[in-house]
């Protein structure tokens, strides 16, 4: 059980981590991060409010992902319902300054986007499941054998061509992030000696029977 709450510890605080990396992106005021330019797009063309937009993206997302045999876990799930919680309250604090300037602004956005690639490592390396947006990235990687920054790359741009299509607001950070997120990812998993596409990720029924014993086991 030690085991256990300490991949529990990993994917929580990766989540935490990560909401943190999003909200330092926001802060450096240069541009929405590739898909808030979805979100905010999607939302904006079929009339939803950009929580609901983000959900049933993730959802969409957890299908597709599905599709291509990737692996649906507990980490899934509180991806969808705990990032956004994480990212009310950090906002609410106000304990991550506003950028000052464009340069300082790029200097934050490259910090946030390091921040969510460790994020990431700490969440999927948990082995309960990747998030929406990273399940689909495992699932490319191991699908086109390609590397795991291009795949990330790739769906980041086709985020952002989407949304702005849709009416999405586009800047400067929103570039900078499309382009350096996968070579972030890539770097810090190359850093960390960490290949997504080998994780063996518990799915929620094998995590409930480790949880709650068997009527045989009694």
């Known amino acids: 059980m030690k085991d256990f709450f ?9 989540l935490l981590l990560y909401s943190t990396g999003i909200i ?12 808030d330019v979805f ?32 692996k649906i876990g507990v ?5 969808m319902l705990l990032i956004g919680i994480f990212m009310d309250i950090i906002l609410g604090l106000g304990l991550i300054p506003t ?7 790029a200097v934050k956005m490259i910090i946030g986007l390091f921040i969510i690639s460790m994020a990431s490592f700490l969440y999927i390396g948990s082995g309960f499941g990747a998030g929406p947006r990273d399940s689909l990235m495992v699932a490319l990687t191991r699908l086109t054998k ?59 029924d094998r995590t409930i029977k480790r949880l709650v014993p068997s009527k045989e086991a009694s």
């Open 99 to 105: 950028a000052s300037s464009p340069i300082v602004g």
């Open 6 to 14: 300490r991949r529990i510890l990993s994917l929580l605080g990766g």
């Open 24 to 35: 330092v992106t926001m802060k450096a005021q240069i541009g929405y991060a590739p898909w």
């Open 146 to 204: 390609l590397p795991v920054g291009v795949c990330r790359g790739g769906i980041e741009l086709a985020a952002v061509l989407v949304g702005w299509r849709l009416g999405g607001m586009v800047g400067f950070g929103t570039l900078l992030s499309a382009v350096l997120i996968g070579f972030c990812v890539e770097l810090t998993f190359k850093l960390m000696r960490f290949d997504p596409t080998v994780v063996q990720h518990e799915t929620i």
């Open 39 to 70: 979100h905010v797009g999607f939302a904006n063309t079929a009339g939803l409010s950009i929580g609901f937009a983000t959900i049933l993206t993730g959802l969409i997302l957890v299908v597709v992902s599905l599709v291509l045999g990737e």
């Open 75 to 79: 980490g899934t799930i509180l991806n």
